[in-house]
T-cell receptor, first 113, second 116 residues
Framework: AQSVTQLGSHVSVSEGALVLLRCNYSSSVPPYLFWYVQYPNQGLQLLLK??????LVKGINGFEAEFKKSETSFHLTKPSAHMSDAAEYFC???????????FGAGTTVTVRA | EAQVTQNPRYLITVTGKKLTVTCSQN?????MSWYRQDPGLGLRQIYY???????DKGDVPEGYKVSRKEKRNFPLILESPSPNQTSLYFC???????????????FGPGTRLTVT
């Protein structure tokens, strides 16, 4: 079965600084990888996904992630944090012909003015 | 507007009192799923449905029931709620054409349940 591990349950960054959220996956077959964001009192919204095309994936709100098979990683980055980026971020994995999404524990991002 | 709706958004109940959380989607999606979110554990799948009258257990199905009589609706039933079912619940849906695992799941706004 596939799984993901998110390193760091809380990340605090200054406004304008780099945002880096780490995600490592485990899967015996090629994975599909997702980053979802959850703003306070809202459901989850897709930021970006990797589905075996380009390894560098660009998403909404200036976020991007790079799939690195050799490192089994799918880290999320944004060059310059904005106050509106304060939210909880979830990495998730699925595989071909299986709808099951396995989520990481989540990383809460706080942005300091 | 394409969306997944859940009701109620907040619910406080007592141990043993049966309750139903409704979920409805207007995107004609075949696949629907329920998750619970707990601090430090992320989202865990409770039940899912591939289509009408087709449901199956997820990772944490104990204490829950579901039904899928219509394509758009997927209610979650707690026959005898207990305090350990206090959680934030999300319904999600996805299309099922093509490469299933690659498709985005659309999430409802969540239902915060407290069982005392």
């Amino acid at each position: 079965a596939q799984s993901v591990t998110q390193l760091g349950s809380h990340v605090s960054v200054s406004e304008g600084a780099l945002v880096l959220l780490r995600c490592n996956y485990s899967s015996s077959v090629p994975p599909y990888l997702f980053w979802y964001v959850q703003y306070p009192n809202q459901g989850l919204q897709l930021l970006l996904k990797y589905t075996s095309a380009a390894t560098l994936v660009k998403g909404i709100n200036g976020f991007e992630a790079e799939f690195k098979k050799s490192e089994t990683s799918f880290h999320l980055t944004k060059p310059s944090a904005h106050m509106s980026d304060a939210a909880e971020y979830f990495c998730a994995v699925s595989v071909f012909d299986d709808y099951k999404l396995s989520f990481g524990a989540g990383t809460t991002v706080t942005v300091r003015a | 507007e394409a969306q997944v709706t859940q009701n109620p958004r907040y619910l406080i109940t007592v141990t043993g009192k049966k309750l139903t959380v409704t979920c409805s989607q207007n995107m004609n999606h075949e696949y629907m799923s329920w998750y619970r979110q707990d601090p430090g554990l992320g989202l865990r799948q409770i039940y899912y449905s591939m289509n009408v009258e087709v449901t199956d257990k997820g990772d944490v199905p104990e204490g829950y029931k579901v039904s899928r009589k219509e394509k758009r609706n997927f209610p979650l039933i707690l026959e005898s709620p207990s305090p350990n079912q206090t959680s934030l619940y999300f319904c999600a849906s996805s299309t099922s054409t093509g490469t299933s695992g690659a498709y985005e799941q659309y999430f409802g706004p969540g239902t915060r349940l407290t069982v005392t």
